[in-house]
Protein backbone atom coordinates (compact mmCIF):
# COMPACT_ATOMS: atom_id res chain seq x y z
CA UNK A 1 0.00 0.00 0.00
CA UNK A 2 1.53 3.47 -1.05
CA UNK A 3 0.45 6.13 1.45
CA UNK A 4 0.97 9.94 0.36
CA UNK A 5 0.35 13.38 1.58
CA UNK A 6 -0.80 16.69 -0.44
CA UNK A 7 -0.46 20.40 -0.31
CA UNK A 8 -3.33 22.44 -1.43
CA UNK A 9 -3.41 25.55 -3.03
CA UNK A 10 -6.54 27.30 -4.01
CA UNK A 11 -5.62 29.44 -6.91
CA UNK A 12 -7.39 32.45 -7.77
CA UNK A 13 -8.65 33.63 -11.64
CA UNK A 14 -9.94 36.61 -12.27
CA UNK A 15 -14.15 36.81 -13.91
CA UNK A 16 -13.78 32.76 -12.06
CA UNK A 17 -16.10 31.88 -9.47
CA UNK A 18 -15.18 30.56 -6.51
CA UNK A 19 -16.62 26.23 -6.02
CA UNK A 20 -17.10 24.67 -3.22
CA UNK A 21 -13.80 22.70 -3.33
CA UNK A 22 -11.98 25.54 -3.11
CA UNK A 23 -13.98 27.76 -0.38
CA UNK A 24 -13.81 24.31 1.81
CA UNK A 25 -9.73 24.31 1.01
CA UNK A 26 -9.66 27.95 2.30
CA UNK A 27 -11.68 27.55 5.00
CA UNK A 28 -9.55 23.94 5.78
CA UNK A 29 -6.27 26.57 5.39
CA UNK A 30 -7.56 29.39 7.63
CA UNK A 31 -8.36 26.50 10.52
CA UNK A 32 -5.09 25.14 10.61
CA UNK A 33 -3.26 28.28 10.88
CA UNK A 34 -5.41 29.48 13.88
CA UNK A 35 -5.24 26.21 15.49
CA UNK A 36 -1.72 26.22 15.41
CA UNK A 37 -1.96 29.64 17.25
CA UNK A 38 -5.03 28.37 19.61
CA UNK A 39 -2.92 28.34 22.85
CA UNK A 40 -0.71 31.34 22.16
CA UNK A 41 -1.96 34.41 24.46
CA UNK A 42 -2.36 37.90 23.28
CA UNK A 43 0.71 39.87 21.83
CA UNK A 44 3.17 39.57 18.48
CA UNK A 45 3.38 35.95 16.77
CA UNK A 46 6.00 36.61 14.44
CA UNK A 47 7.76 39.92 13.18
CA UNK A 48 7.08 43.48 13.61
CA UNK A 49 10.84 43.52 14.28
CA UNK A 50 12.54 47.25 13.92
CA UNK A 51 15.34 48.06 11.04
CA UNK A 52 16.75 51.02 9.95
CA UNK A 53 17.99 51.75 6.39
CA UNK A 54 19.21 54.92 4.86
CA UNK A 55 17.99 56.78 7.85
CA UNK A 56 14.47 55.15 7.06
CA UNK A 57 13.36 53.25 10.67
CA UNK A 58 10.51 50.48 9.71
CA UNK A 59 8.98 47.66 11.07
CA UNK A 60 9.50 44.26 9.29
CA UNK A 61 5.80 42.13 8.19
CA UNK A 62 3.95 40.21 11.57
CA UNK A 63 1.12 38.82 12.66
CA UNK A 64 -0.61 40.15 16.12
CA UNK A 65 -3.18 38.21 18.44
CA UNK A 66 -5.33 40.10 20.08
CA UNK A 67 -8.65 38.83 21.65
CA UNK A 68 -8.85 35.75 19.60
CA UNK A 69 -8.46 37.53 16.46
CA UNK A 70 -4.96 37.75 14.16
CA UNK A 71 -3.97 41.03 12.42
CA UNK A 72 -1.95 40.89 9.25
CA UNK A 73 0.55 43.05 8.03
CA UNK A 74 2.51 41.77 4.69
CA UNK A 75 4.40 44.35 3.82
CA UNK A 76 7.17 46.84 6.11
CA UNK A 77 5.32 49.95 7.84
CA UNK A 78 7.51 52.96 7.93
CA UNK A 79 8.16 54.30 11.79
CA UNK A 80 9.71 57.11 10.19
CA UNK A 81 6.41 58.33 8.42
CA UNK A 82 4.44 58.65 12.11
CA UNK A 83 7.19 60.09 13.89
CA UNK A 84 7.69 62.74 10.69
CA UNK A 85 3.66 63.59 10.98
CA UNK A 86 4.09 63.48 14.93
CA UNK A 87 6.74 66.50 14.49
CA UNK A 88 4.54 68.38 12.59
CA UNK A 89 2.04 68.65 15.59
CA UNK A 90 4.30 69.02 17.89
CA UNK A 91 6.94 71.70 17.17
CA UNK A 92 6.05 73.88 19.96
CA UNK A 93 6.54 71.44 22.77
CA UNK A 94 9.07 71.92 25.05
CA UNK A 95 8.69 68.73 26.92
CA UNK A 96 7.79 65.52 25.41
CA UNK A 97 6.51 62.91 27.25
CA UNK A 98 8.03 59.07 27.05
CA UNK A 99 6.50 57.48 24.86
CA UNK A 100 4.62 54.00 23.41
CA UNK A 101 4.91 52.69 19.56
CA UNK A 102 1.79 50.74 19.92
CA UNK A 103 -0.36 48.51 17.66
CA UNK A 104 -4.46 49.52 19.07
CA UNK A 105 -7.88 47.90 18.57
CA UNK A 106 -9.58 50.02 16.13
CA UNK A 107 -14.06 50.29 15.63
CA UNK A 108 -13.57 50.53 12.14
CA UNK A 109 -14.88 47.66 10.08
CA UNK A 110 -15.28 47.43 6.85
CA UNK A 111 -17.47 44.85 4.66
CA UNK A 112 -16.89 44.14 0.81
CA UNK A 113 -18.20 41.35 -1.08
CA UNK A 114 -19.30 39.45 2.04
CA UNK A 115 -15.34 39.74 3.54
CA UNK A 116 -15.76 41.68 6.87
CA UNK A 117 -12.79 43.03 7.93
CA UNK A 118 -11.35 44.24 11.62
CA UNK A 119 -8.01 46.55 11.70
CA UNK A 120 -5.48 47.69 14.22
CA UNK A 121 -4.06 50.78 13.58
CA UNK A 122 -0.30 52.07 14.13
CA UNK A 123 -0.16 55.12 16.87
CA UNK A 124 2.07 57.10 18.65
CA UNK A 125 1.11 57.83 22.43
CA UNK A 126 2.15 59.11 25.50
CA UNK A 127 3.34 56.06 28.14
CA UNK A 128 0.57 56.76 30.47
CA UNK A 129 -2.17 56.56 27.79
CA UNK A 130 -1.41 52.80 26.71
CA UNK A 131 -4.21 50.90 27.27
CA UNK A 132 -3.56 46.81 27.96
CA UNK A 133 -7.11 46.13 26.83
CA UNK A 134 -6.32 47.06 23.22
CA UNK A 135 -3.05 47.92 22.67
CA UNK A 136 -0.05 46.13 21.58
CA UNK A 137 3.07 47.50 22.58
CA UNK A 138 5.84 47.91 19.73
CA UNK A 139 8.27 49.87 21.72
CA UNK A 140 8.63 52.31 24.19
CA UNK A 141 11.03 55.60 24.24
CA UNK A 142 11.72 59.11 25.67
CA UNK A 143 10.72 61.39 22.52
CA UNK A 144 13.12 63.58 20.80
CA UNK A 145 12.07 66.25 18.08
CA UNK A 146 13.53 65.24 15.19
CA UNK A 147 15.89 62.22 16.59
CA UNK A 148 15.54 59.17 14.26
CA UNK A 149 18.11 56.71 15.93
CA UNK A 150 15.93 54.14 17.28
CA UNK A 151 19.53 52.31 18.81
CA UNK A 152 23.31 53.59 19.54
CA UNK A 153 26.66 51.70 19.42
CA UNK A 154 27.01 50.99 23.04
CA UNK A 155 28.57 47.75 23.85
CA UNK A 156 25.68 44.61 24.20
CA UNK A 157 25.95 44.32 27.81
CA UNK A 158 25.33 48.64 28.38
CA UNK A 159 22.80 48.12 25.85
CA UNK A 160 20.61 45.47 27.58
CA UNK A 161 21.39 47.49 30.87
CA UNK A 162 19.32 50.52 29.06
CA UNK A 163 16.81 48.05 28.55
CA UNK A 164 15.86 48.48 32.14
CA UNK A 165 15.93 52.37 32.41
CA UNK A 166 12.87 53.44 30.41
CA UNK A 167 12.71 57.36 30.19
CA UNK A 168 15.96 57.52 31.64
CA UNK A 169 17.23 56.66 28.39
CA UNK A 170 16.85 57.78 24.97
CA UNK A 171 17.08 53.97 23.79
CA UNK A 172 14.18 51.99 22.39
CA UNK A 173 13.35 49.82 25.00
CA UNK A 174 11.54 46.64 24.18
CA UNK A 175 10.95 45.34 28.14
CA UNK A 176 7.23 45.33 27.36
CA UNK A 177 6.85 44.42 24.21
CA UNK A 178 5.13 40.96 23.87
CA UNK A 179 6.11 38.56 22.00
CA UNK A 180 3.70 35.66 22.07
CA UNK A 181 4.80 31.80 22.38
CA UNK A 182 2.14 28.83 23.34
CA UNK A 183 0.63 29.96 26.96
CA UNK A 184 3.66 32.50 27.84
CA UNK A 185 4.94 36.18 26.66
CA UNK A 186 8.48 36.20 25.96
CA UNK A 187 11.03 39.17 25.50
CA UNK A 188 11.31 40.50 22.22
CA UNK A 189 14.15 39.26 19.12
CA UNK A 190 16.16 42.48 19.64
CA UNK A 191 16.59 41.51 23.67
CA UNK A 192 17.75 37.96 22.88
CA UNK A 193 19.73 39.08 20.17
CA UNK A 194 21.76 41.49 22.79
CA UNK A 195 21.84 38.51 25.23
CA UNK A 196 23.57 36.43 22.09
CA UNK A 197 26.11 39.39 21.38
CA UNK A 198 27.00 39.13 25.38
CA UNK A 199 27.42 35.71 25.19
CA UNK A 200 30.02 35.46 22.42
CA UNK A 201 31.87 38.18 23.75
CA UNK A 202 32.24 36.36 27.03
CA UNK A 203 36.11 35.76 27.87
CA UNK A 204 35.28 32.09 29.60
CA UNK A 205 32.67 30.60 27.66
CA UNK A 206 31.20 27.17 29.16
CA UNK A 207 28.87 24.19 27.51
CA UNK A 208 25.82 25.80 28.56
CA UNK A 209 26.74 29.36 27.37
CA UNK A 210 27.30 27.81 23.90
CA UNK A 211 23.80 25.79 24.46
CA UNK A 212 21.78 28.98 25.22
CA UNK A 213 23.31 30.93 22.41
CA UNK A 214 22.61 28.59 19.43
CA UNK A 215 19.46 28.61 20.82
CA UNK A 216 19.00 32.02 20.31
CA UNK A 217 20.59 31.93 16.79
CA UNK A 218 18.14 28.78 16.14
CA UNK A 219 14.38 29.85 17.64
CA UNK A 220 15.09 33.68 17.66
CA UNK A 221 12.54 34.10 20.93
CA UNK A 222 12.70 31.52 24.12
CA UNK A 223 10.33 30.64 26.52
CA UNK A 224 11.57 32.24 29.48
CA UNK A 225 11.77 29.51 31.34
CA UNK A 226 14.76 28.81 30.01
CA UNK A 227 16.50 31.41 30.64
CA UNK A 228 15.51 30.81 34.14
CA UNK A 229 17.15 27.32 33.98
CA UNK A 230 19.83 28.88 32.76
CA UNK A 231 20.44 31.23 35.47
CA UNK A 232 19.34 28.73 38.25
CA UNK A 233 23.01 26.83 37.15
CA UNK A 234 24.79 29.71 38.11
CA UNK A 235 22.96 30.12 41.45
CA UNK A 236 20.87 32.86 40.76
CA UNK A 237 17.23 32.79 40.64
CA UNK A 238 14.54 34.13 39.03
CA UNK A 239 10.97 35.14 38.97
CA UNK A 240 10.10 34.22 35.57
CA UNK A 241 7.35 36.67 35.16
CA UNK A 242 9.58 39.79 35.82
CA UNK A 243 11.36 40.32 32.99
CA UNK A 244 13.21 43.33 34.57
CA UNK A 245 14.65 40.70 37.39
CA UNK A 246 15.34 38.34 34.63
CA UNK A 247 18.04 41.10 32.81
CA UNK A 248 19.56 41.69 35.77
CA UNK A 249 20.07 37.98 37.04
CA UNK A 250 21.61 37.60 33.05
CA UNK A 251 23.74 40.41 33.98
CA UNK A 252 24.93 39.26 37.09
CA UNK A 253 25.92 35.42 35.16
CA UNK A 254 28.70 37.27 32.87
CA UNK A 255 30.93 38.48 35.96
CA UNK A 256 30.16 34.69 37.51
CA UNK A 257 31.31 33.21 35.00
CA UNK A 258 34.52 35.13 34.99
CA UNK A 259 35.01 35.13 38.92
CA UNK A 260 34.38 31.28 38.51
CA UNK A 261 36.45 30.63 35.75
CA UNK A 262 39.55 32.36 37.83
CA UNK A 263 39.31 30.60 40.82
CA UNK A 264 39.50 27.27 39.65
CA UNK A 265 42.68 25.75 40.52
CA UNK A 266 45.55 24.32 38.65
CA UNK A 267 44.55 20.50 36.88
CA UNK A 268 46.72 18.14 38.75
CA UNK A 269 48.51 15.42 37.37
CA UNK A 270 47.59 12.21 38.54
CA UNK A 271 50.60 9.07 38.64
CA UNK A 272 48.98 5.93 36.11
CA UNK A 273 47.30 3.65 38.34
CA UNK A 274 49.25 0.56 38.67
CA UNK A 275 46.89 -3.29 38.23
CA UNK A 276 47.14 -5.05 40.85
CA UNK A 277 46.81 -9.09 40.66
CA UNK A 278 46.04 -11.57 42.55
CA UNK A 279 45.64 -15.26 42.42
CA UNK A 280 47.27 -18.78 42.60
CA UNK A 281 50.58 -18.55 41.33
CA UNK A 282 50.99 -14.72 40.71
Request: include cysteine; glycine fraction near 4%; charged fraction near 25%.
Amino acid sequence: MVYSIKCTTVNFESGKLLSREMLEQLEKQAGLFLNHYISYPDGILYGFEFSECDGIISLSEGAIKKNGKVYFSDGRISVTDILDAYDSCHKNNEHIPYMALVFRESDDITEAECVVSSCMKLMLVSDYETDSDKDIVLAKFQYNLGSRIWKNNADPESALRNQLLGEKCYDYSFLDTPYSMSREITFSPFIFSLMAECLEKKSYFTDKDFTLLAMIHQEKILSLNVLCSYLRSYGIICDKNNKSEIIEGFLDSLKITAEEKKNIPAEVPHEKKKTVYSGIGL
